[in-house]
């Protein structure tokens, strides 16, 4: 079955940094966009990154754009979020998705994984 999975998630001070992983395995991975999003309590889910299924094209929100980057690798079935300057408000649960579509809609992704947290401390 589909499985994504995510790590790399953990406490950091603001001003780090750190870089997410997303594993994927029992699909083409180079056919699915993937989306990075992340939710803290009682919020909805927000969209952070999206990279095409070639790697390709990017896009960011403007609250993380020049700050992140996000990266995938097709060989390994891998995707990555770096995360820089990392800021308190950043703190959330972050989460990588895949989808047939581009899209920065988390309605429109089929396949989730399961969450990694970040926490930033001022």
């Known amino acids: 079955q589909v499985r994504l999975t995510e790590s790399g998630g953990t406490l950091v001070q603001a001003g780090g940094s750190l870089r997410l992983s997303c594993e994927a395995s029992g699909l083409t991975f180079s056919k699915f966009a993937v989306g990075w999003f992340r939710q803290n309590p009682g919020k909805s889910r927000e969209y952070v990154a999206l990279i095409s299924g070639n790697g390709d094209t990017t896009y960011y929100s403007a609250s993380v754009e020049g700050r992140f980057s996000v990266s995938r690798d097709g060989a390994k079935n891998m995707a990555y979020l770096q995360m820089n300057s990392l800021k308190p408000e950043d703190t959330a649960t972050y989460y990588c998705?895949?989808?047939?579509?581009?899209?920065?809609?988390?309605?429109?992704?089929?396949?989730w994984g399961q969450g990694t947290q970040v926490t930033v401390s001022s």
């Open positions: 998705a895949a989808s047939w579509l581009w899209s920065v809609d988390a309605d429109n992704y089929d396949h």
